[in-house]
């Protein structure tokens, strides 16, 4: 059985005195759930929300890391500092890094591979822009970013990779792709494993769907059948929104 995941990406937002008092609301409403609850605040306060949540089902997660263990690359953290802190998964690849820092597959695949290295959790992101999908090339982008960010990996180390889909056209811009659109591609991305790997690997594989997920919708896409959770933004840094949105899964 795959398992169920939510995930809330914090990206750049939270103090620690707003991470503590999020983490707070979150521990104290969390729902009895079957799905894994996993939460990323900003690095510098990750220790204190892994403190936070010590008592409770929810991981704490980073957004990123370095590929080189350690060395000089000011401002970067490796999978060692996040170990070290507790931290056990890590996303890789979401698109704001690759548009906004220049992370380009060949970056992404290294740093798979380290975090891997060190029996880190990967969550890794990928996904088509709107000029891709509205020349119909959606299918080619995601299938290019899956070959070049994990079909090197041996078949075994898939146990430690969560894929989060995101169509960019869909991140914060209040647009979202309908849930048949998110089906289709979730479909098409475990066929895709399937073939370079085996049907096995692909069926044990969770995907989730990472573009404007709000409690309003929630429900709906998390019915498909290849729909595993979601990888959430801004719904995540409302405590009632994120609570709505793990209950619906």
């Known amino acids: 059985m795959r398992s169920k995941i939510v995930a809330g990406n914090w990206k750049m937002n939270k103090t620690l005195t707003e991470t503590n008092t999020l983490l707070a609301e979150l521990t104290g409403k969390l729902p009895d759930t079957d799905a894994e609850v ?3 605040p900003t690095f ?3 220790a204190a929300a892994v403190q936070d949540v010590k008592s409770s089902s929810i991981e704490v997660i980073a957004q990123n890391m370095h590929f080189a263990e350690n060395g000089a690359y000011t401002g970067e953290i490796s999978a060692d500092m996040l170990l070290d802190i507790g931290v056990n998964t890590v996303i890789i690849g979401h698109s704001e890094r690759r548009a906004y ?3 380009t597959d060949e970056i992404l695949s290294k740093k798979i591979i380290s975090a891997l290295d060190k029996n880190l959790r990967v969550v890794f ?3 088509e822009e709107l000029e891709d999908r509205k020349s119909d090339n959606h299918f080619n982008v995601v299938s290019n970013q ?3 960010g994990l079909f090197n990996l041996k078949p075994e180390a898939w146990t430690k990779i969560v894929l989060a889909y995101e169509p960019v056209w869909a991140i914060g811009t209040g647009e ?3 849930p048949e659109q998110a089906q289709e591609m979730h479909s098409f991305i475990r066929k895709t ?6 049907t096995k690997i692909a069926e044990a594989v969770s ?9 309003a919708n929630a429900k709906e896409i998390f019915s498909k059948v290849d729909v595993d959770g979601g990888l959430i933004g801004g719904a995540a840094l409302n405590a009632d929104d994120f609570i709505a949105i793990i209950k619906a899964i």
């Open 193 to 198: 494993i399937a073939n370079e790997y085996t």
């Open 207 to 215: 995907i989730l769907y990472g573009g404007s997920v709000k409690p």
């Open 176 to 178: 979202t792709a309908s």
């Open 146 to 148: 899956l070959k070049n």
């Open 101 to 103: 820092f220049g992370e």
């Open 125 to 127: 992101c990928f996904g």
């Open 44 to 46: 510098v306060n990750l």
């Open 38 to 40: 996993m939460v990323a």
